[in-house]
């Protein structure tokens, strides 16, 4: 039973399209998250929604938007790709109530811009 | 600014050699300090949560305290199933936009030797 699912893992796409990222936990959290990992290995928060509410909104360019059907799904859609988004972006999950409750990681979406 | 350096960045030990991975971090109020694993093609997987000075917690060959300006990850008698990347990250007091976030050291590189 996989806690945190993203979909694809792969995503190899060329400068200028647009392309989606899917994620869903089983957990019965309320809070997910989207991280970006570079290629120094540096994971950073982009984004994080609670209960379908976007909380934390870091400086990213607004060619990323998240969006969160309900509180088990989180997706992540990026406009007019560009070499600079290549990386591997993570979905996590927790349960907001007390603020330090662990994050649960998904295994990553490896995007290759080419 | 948040802040977390892990050292060292890369840590090559003998099957049962003991020895200390290090995160040091500046934050305004810690909520709390989590240390991950992550190997390679996964996402990071939660090991520990440490939330005041003086702290400890264990988990098999694993041992994280905690102190105002650092947090050590003991590993004793290591073997090579061991061997992965160990993330640490802090979370800071404090609410609105900020809430929830995590703030990650860059990694150390474990490699165990049989």
């Known amino acids: 039973d996989t806690a945190v699912s993203q979909t694809p893992k792969y995503l190899v796409t060329q400068m200028g399209n647009d392309k989606s990222i899917k994620c869903e936990q089983n957990?019965?959290?309320?809070?997910m998250y989207w991280y970006k990992q570079d290629s120094k290995k540096f994971l950073k928060i982009m984004f994080s929604?609670?209960?379908?509410?976007?909380?934390i909104n870091e400086t990213v360019p607004n060619r990323f938007s998240p969006k969160s059907p309900d509180k088990a799904h989180l997706n992540l859609h990026i406009n007019s790709l560009e070499l600079g988004d290549s990386a591997v972006y993570f979905c996590?999950?927790?349960?907001?109530?007390?603020?330090?409750?662990?994050?649960?990681f998904g295994d990553g979406t490896r995007l290759s811009i080419l | 600014e948040d802040q977390v350096t892990q050292s060292p960045e890369a840590l090559r030990l003998q099957e049962g050699e003991s020895s200390s991975l290090n995160c040091s971090y500046t934050v305004s109020g810690l909520r709390g300090l989590f240390w991950y694993r992550q190997d390679p093609g996964k996402g990071p997987e939660f090991l520990f949560t440490?939330?005041?000075a003086g702290e400890e917690k264990e988990k098999e060959r694993l041992k994280a305290t905690l102190t105002k300006k650092e947090s050590f990850l003991h590993i004793t008698a290591p073997k090579p199933e061991d061997s992965a990347t160990y993330l640490c990250?802090?979370?800071?007091?404090?609410?609105?936009?900020?809430?929830?976030?995590?703030?990650f050291g860059q990694g150390t590189i474990l490699t165990v030797h049989p």
């Open positions: 929604y609670n209960n379908k509410e976007l909380i």
């Open positions: 996590a999950s927790s349960q907001f109530v007390t603020g330090n409750q662990p994050q649960h």
């Open positions: 990250a802090v979370q800071a007091r404090g609410g609105g936009t900020s809430y929830g976030k995590l703030t």
């Open positions: 440490l939330y005041s």
């Open positions: 957990l019965g959290h309320d809070t």
